[in-house]
T-cell receptor
Framework: ETGVTQSPTHLIKTRGQQVTLRCSSQ?????VSWYQQALGQGPQFIFQ???????GRGNFPPRFSGLQFPNYSSELNVNALELDDSALYLC?????????????FGPGTRLTVL | GQNIDQPTEMTATEGAIVQINCTYQ??????LFWYQQHAGEAPTFLSY????GLEEKGRFSSFLSRSKGYSYLLLKELQMKDSASYLC???????????FGKGTRLHILP
């Protein structure tokens, strides 16, 4: 186990709804990255948070937004859900922003949009 | 831009050796990762290379050639539990993002 936790583990929503996913980073880690992983694909980078500020964003529309809290836990919010948003959402934490330190992944939240 | 290529699927026999290749193109290279991902689970870290050469860790080794934009993951003494997807990922120097390939699904036959 990596010490990174995510909730919920599974979620079913309908098109147009909004969803909030949560991630608690490993102790001592101040950077959290979020990824979307569609079936049979590699994880796609959504954005990264470092000390409560967004630091880098992938090719995702503004309806994907996030927050990082003072304890370095993080939320991913998705508005106006679309069918293609169905995927495994992974968060990963690391201890420094720009170093060789690797990311450790949480177990993921599987989101199904109907 | 960034591009990472790895084979979609490979099959090998229990006890054998398999090499999974990865080629990449990036505007600024700052390290290459290999992750293992079992079906329905999160990726788990296997190795990190930032300098050219071979890094060995038990049954797994990872090689990097920065001039060729090439890496491989070598798995020895294959076990059934090694059946998984193997993800190659590159960190971009410009913005520190980690970009993943689509993964290689490895099937181990008894």
């Amino acid at each position: 186990e990596t010490g990174v936790t995510q909730s919920p583990t599974h979620l079913i929503k309908t098109r147009g709804q909004q969803v909030t996913l949560r991630c608690s980073s490993q102790s001592g880690h101040n950077t959290v990255s979020w990824y979307q992983q569609a079936l049979g694909q590699g994880p796609q980078f959504i954005f990264q948070y470092y000390r409560e500020e967004e630091n880098g964003r992938g090719n995702f529309p503004p309806r994907f937004s996030g927050l990082q809290f003072p304890n370095y836990s993080s939320e991913l919010n998705v508005n106006a859900l679309e069918l293609d948003d169905s995927a495994l959402y992974l968060c990963a934490s690391s201890s420094t922003l720009s170093s060789a330190d690797t990311q450790y992944f949480g177990p993921g939240t599987r989101l199904t949009v109907l | 831009g960034q591009n990472i290529d790895q084979p979609t699927e490979m099959t090998a026999t229990e006890g054998a050796i398999v090499q999974i290749n990865c080629t990449y193109q990036t505007s600024g290279f700052n390290g290459l990762f290999w992750y293992q991902q079992h079906a329905g689970e999160a990726p788990t870290f296997l190795s990190y290379n930032v300098l050219d050469g071979l890094e060995e860790k038990g049954r797994f080794s990872s090689f990097l050639s920065r001039s060729k934009g090439y890496s491989y993951l070598l798995l020895k003494e294959l076990q059934m539990k090694d059946s998984a997807s193997y993800l190659c990922a590159v960190r971009d120097r410009k913005d520190d993002k980690i970009i993943f390939g689509k993964g290689t699904r490895l099937h181990i036959l008894p």
